[in-house]
């Protein structure tokens, strides 16, 4: 399964709000997961199953979708936020998309 | 708290094999529903799965890497391994191990970077 993200580089303002992109090339039904990387450090698990909010990781962190079409939107951007985001299908193995940079 | 540290030679020769540990802490690898997992990430780009390892010792690997690569457990040292064989530069990468719950990754290790010079 290609998992692929748009756009590769999200511009945008503190306070202001993301929407991330992640489609699959088939049906994944919500078996999908959003990552947030930082430079130098592990990716951190943000949502799992598309709309579940990992443990501690704030509200202003969402995810929808299901089928091939899912959405990570943070609302109220907060300079932390600013980061590579990657989206992670389970359905049939293992496949990551090719990331979002989000930068302020 | 569960805490994963990879470990190995940071540099391989084309050709050799890379091997790596790692060694987890706060947890039995051998502990049902869950999962052991390698990946990789080259310089400035994306995350690739390699593969994975389950309690039983039942293994996936990525249809790219699967005639090249095989995972093993140790659970007497607690500790899960990657080999790597007839490495190339294109190998090159921070290689992670990671925990799954089945829904997701949910611990990390901090990465060991692997060179093929």
């Known amino acids: 399964i290609v998992m692929t993200q748009s756009p590769a580089t999200l511009s945008l303002s503190p306070g202001e709000r993301a929407t991330l992109s992640c489609w699959a090339s088939?049906?994944?039904?919500?078996?999908l997961a959003w990552y947030q990387q930082k430079p130098g450090q592990p990716p951190r698990l943000l949502i799992y199953?598309?709309?579940n909010r990992a443990a501690g990781i704030p509200a202003r962190f969402s995810g929808s979708g299901s089928g091939t079409d899912f959405t990570l939107t943070i609302d109220t951007l907060e300079s932390e936020d600013f980061a590579v985001y990657y989206c992670?299908?389970?359905?049939?193995?293992?496949?990551f998309g090719q990331g979002t940079r989000l930068e302020i | 708290q569960v805490q994963l540290q990879e470990s190995g030679p940071g540099l391989v020769k084309p050709s050799q094999t890379l091997s790596l540990t790692c060694t987890v802490s706060?947890?039995?690898?051998?502990?049902?529903?869950?999962?052991w997992s390698w990946i990789r990430q080259p310089a400035g780009k994306g995350l690739e799965w390699i593969g994975r390892?389950?309690?039983?010792?039942?293994?996936n690997y990525t249809p790219s890497l699967r005639s090249r690569v095989t995972f093993s457990l140790d659970a007497s040292k607690n500790q899960v391994s990657l080999r790597l064989t007839s490495v190339t530069a294109a190998d090159t990468a921070v290689y992670f191990c990671?925990?799954?719950?089945?829904?997701?990754?949910?611990?990390w290790g901090q990465g060991a970077l692997v060179t093929v010079s």
């Open positions: 390892i389950f309690t039983a010792g039942n293994t």
């Open positions: 990671a925990r799954s719950n089945f829904y997701s990754f949910d611990y």
């Open positions: 199953d598309a709309s």
């Open positions: 088939q049906d994944i039904k919500n078996y």
């Open positions: 706060g947890d039995s690898i051998v502990r049902a529903g869950y999962y």
């Open positions: 992670v299908q389970r359905s049939d193995f293992i496949t």
